[in-house]
């Protein structure tokens, strides 16, 4: 069993910077494919960004390509969000995800991740 705990949300004003850290407690860190999603008011719970467990590789919404960076430290157990330029329609409750072996290409699918951290919220000024 994995426990995730999110921090490093805030309020922040447009074009401004916020890191969110996770860090993961029981389970096999390394071997988890981690994603970052994120849900605002009224809306379904959305793809941000994924880091595979093997390769490292990376995945981006269009909406944060170029913005924001996700990174996973194996040693520390921890996955973090990097977020740039932040705009006013970032503003979310942003979650962190884990999974086991799974096919690449439900990498962004919420569904197909078995561990969820509460959450954090992240507002954006205008």
């Known amino acids: 069993q994995v426990q995730l705990t999110e921090s490093g949300g805030g309020l922040v004003q447009a074009g401004g910077s916020l890191r969110l850290s996770c860090v993961a407690s029981?389970?096999?860190?390394?071997?988890?494919?981690m994603g970052w999603f994120r849900q605002a008011p009224g809306k379904e719970r959305e793809f941000v960004a994924a880091i595979r467990r093997n390769d490292r590789a990376t995945y981006y919404a269009d909406a944060v390509k170029g913005r924001f960076t996700i990174a996973k430290d194996n040693p520390k157990r921890t996955l973090s969000l990097q977020m740039n330029s932040l705009k006013p329609e970032d503003t979310a409750i942003y979650y962190c995800a884990a999974r086991g072996a799974q096919v690449v290409n439900t990498i962004t699918l919420p569904s197909y991740y078995y561990y969820w951290g509460q959450g954090t919220q992240v507002t954006v000024s205008s």
């Open positions: 029981g389970g096999s860190f390394s071997t988890y494919d």
